[in-house]
């Protein structure tokens, strides 16, 4: 009989092991799933390379005293580059202006005083909010936020396409993001430490603005953070409500037309066909790709590095 | 009563302090202020609503269903969106059987296999990065690779192009809901599985991710009502922003050649200075927040049905 040559215990490592059949496919199923987790290093990678490439193309092939003149022009091989960045931040300022106590003030009260069932209506409320698309908010922005808001309100004689309406709509459409993100942090606060505040007689707004904001800081700020970056690749308000036509002069001003870095990319995808001329127009695109892309991507980093820096445990 | 020779015991004291109306103005102001807030986040929400509706609804109701069965035109009376409909809804397709089971995949493999060492974090930092990478630049990849390098396989400025700029945008946003689902399993329903002598792919399979089924179908119908919406980088891997006909096509030909999608053809409708474009804009609006809004709803409601707590 077999058993009779086994150990004493009856049973050795390799009878334990499994069928060797079993373990062929466990380890085959484990490789799979690590290609696939793995093709997300090759997206990356596929971004920066063809970002970088065209990018260092274009640098060669304009003159680069054109990259400081006095306007966005592609088709006239100007590529001033403080315009597109100086129109992103007016655009961003201007959301964050709005985002921020919007969100901030829904958040804080979705999370602290809204009663249960009140928070339970709400909320998907601005889950919908959040998931309506740029492209809507760029025809609200256009067709209502620019004369009925713009130029009505905030600036006497605002031009027909103007960088106000376009921060606007960018504002609304980071507001839910904000709002969702800080609303998660400031309800991941323990209810113990509203209790020990409330104990000490401490009322409400004292609780929430001393206590439980302090404590969710670290949320809070990448709420933020997230909405900076968000606001800044945002593309489609910007190309349809700011500076629609694709070039424009250096301009700070909200009343006037402007232009983005996202909405210069948009801009030479679609008039793409009729600068055939100038190459360097198209491949303008990759560089100010690649400048909005290191841009983001040093938010987003600042961003995850300050939660993970401030975040307090319970 | 416990007063003594109109002196107060500590304990009138009390009493009256607890029963006190305290008044306290910036308490309240405070208040109103975040109900304010709030409102004025509902108020921007309907004034879009009714403002798409009070422009779009007569086209609707005058056109009918003709309104989303006749394709492009020049002519605004007999323009209609029924390509966009086509090529939105292909591009979905390629988006569901590409960016989902991928998806899916890589955060099985982040939650269930990985050990943590340094080339997982490498690849969580990065997922998550690259969830913050804007969707204009996901579409200077699209053009870069599908539309330039891979032209000769995708038709160039095509449906496919778009189709896979689209999966690869949303993947990350699929690899972190469905980690998240994942992660609200308990472990013990694992180590019940490994407890009876099954292997990790077989837990994963009959036990783990049934387990977190509903989580990663929400998360996946939000990510697809995303990509439903995304317009920008559309433009950029080539949709057609004049108008095209569409004839008696093969699959592939239709899969190959020009395409639109639903937010491309409101973005090129948008820039007509014609007030009959900008009524039809608000009614392509309208078809697209429907379809949006029902399918972000039924991942609420689905989410708010099956949330469970271990």
Redo the contacts between chains.
């Keep these: 009989m077999a058993q009779a040559e086994r150990p004493p215990s009856g049973l050795s490592l390799t009878d334990l092991a ?1 069928s060797p059949a ?2 062929r ?2 380890s085959l ?2 490789r ?3 290609g ?6 090759v ?2 990678l ?2 920066v390379v ?2 970088i ?2 990018a260092f193309t274009f640098l060669g092939q304009v003159d680069l005293a054109s990259l400081w003149s006095e306007g966005w022009f592609p088709r006239r091989s100007l590529f001033d580059v403080r315009t597109v960045v100086a129109g992103t931040l007016v655009v961003t300022l201007i959301a964050m202006l709005v985002a921020t ?6 958040a ?3 999370s602290e ?1 809204a009663k249960p069932r009140l928070r339970r209506t ?1 909320k ?6 959040a ?10 922005a ?3 936020l620019n004369p009925e808001v713009v130029d009505r309100f905030l600036c006497g004689d605002a031009s027909f396409f103007n960088l106000g309406g376009a921060g606007l709509g960018v504002g ?1 459409l980071v ?2 993001l904000v ?1 969702s993100i800080a609303e998660d942090s400031m309800r991941a606060v323990p209810m113990s430490l509203r209790e020990g505040a409330f104990g000490l007689g401490a ?3 004292s609780t ?2 001393n206590v439980v904001f302090p404590a969710a800081i670290s949320g809070i700020v990448a709420a933020l953070i ?1 909405g900076a ?2 606001a ?5 308000v910007v ?2 409500a700011g500076g ?1 036509t694709g070039g424009a002069l250096f301009s700070i001003d909200h009343c006037q037309q402007g232009q983005t870095m ?1 909405g210069a ?2 801009a030479l ?2 008039g793409g066909d009729q600068v055939k001329g100038s190459v360097a127009a198209v491949n303008s ?2 560089f100010v ?1 690649l400048l ?2 290191l841009m ?2 040093a ?3 600042a961003g ?1 590095r300050f939660v993970r820096r401030v975040r307090q445990k319970y | 009563m416990a007063t003594r020779a109109g002196k107060l015991t500590t304990a009138d004291v009390v009493r009256r302090n607890l029963h006190k109306k305290t008044f ?1 103005a ?2 309240l102001a ?2 109103a ?6 409102l ?3 108020a ?2 309907i ?2 609503l009714a ?2 509706a009070r422009t779009g609804l007569e086209v609707l109701s005058e056109r009918g269903t003709d309104f989303v069965q006749t394709g492009l035109s020049p002519i605004a009376s007999r323009a209609g969106v029924f390509q966009g409909i086509v090529g939105s809804f292909l591009m979905m397709a390629f988006v569901g059987l590409i960016a989902f089971p ?1 998806g899916i ?2 955060a ?3 939650e ?3 050990t943590d060492n340094r080339l997982t974090r ?2 969580d ?6 969830a ?10 699209g ?3 599908f539309v330039e390098a891979l032209g000769g396989a995708t038709g160039g400025r095509s449906i496919i192009s778009g189709g896979l700029t689209l999966a ?1 945008l949303v ?2 946003i699929v ?1 972190i809901t469905s980690a998240e689902a994942l992660r609200a399993v308990p472990s013990s329903i694992r180590e019940a599985g490994f407890g009876v ?1 099954a ?3 077989e837990v994963v399979r009959s036990h783990v991710l049934p387990s977190a089924a509903p989580g990663i179908l929400t998360g996946t119908i ?1 990510a697809l ?2 990509a ?5 980088p559309l ?2 891997v ?1 949709a057609v ?1 004049g108008f095209f006909t569409s004839g008696d096509q093969t699959l592939v030909e239709q899969l190959r050649g020009d395409f639109v999608s639903l ?1 491309t053809i ?2 090129s409708w ?2 007509q200075p014609d007030t009959d474009f ?1 009524a039809l ?2 009614a392509a ?1 309208i078809v ?2 429907v379809v ?2 029902l399918a ?2 039924a991942a ?1 409601i689905l989410r708010n049905r099956y949330e469970r707590k271990w």
Excluded: C, H
């Design positions: 499994g079993r373990r496919k466990e199923v484990a799979a799933f690590f696939i987790a793995a093709v997300s290093i997206i990356s596929l971004i063809s970002l490439g065209k106590p919007l969100g901030l003030g829904a804080i009260y979705l005083y709400l998907p409320i601005l889950e919908i909010l998931g309506i698309p740029s492209i809507v908010l760029g025809v609200f256009l067709n209502f609304v507001t839910p709002a009322r409400k707004r929430t603005l997230v970056s968000r800044i690749g945002e593309t489609m190309a349809l629609a996202t990319i948009a995808a679609i695109l990759f790709g909005l892309f983001t991507l938010l987003n980093i995850g | 306290d910036r308490s405070f208040e202020a975040l109900i304010l807030m709030l004025l986040s509902l921007i929400l004034t879009l403002d798409v991928m995949g890589a099985v493999y982040l269930e296999y990985a490498i690849i930092v990065n997922i998550r990065n690259l913050g990478v804007p969707s204009v630049v996901y579409g200077i990849l053009l870069a690779v690869i993947l990350p690899i002598g292997t990790r792919w939000l009502s995303r439903l919406g995304e317009t920008a433009l950029l080539g922003t937010p409101i973005f948008a820039r900008q804009t608000s609006i697209l927040l949006i809004l972000n709803a609420i």
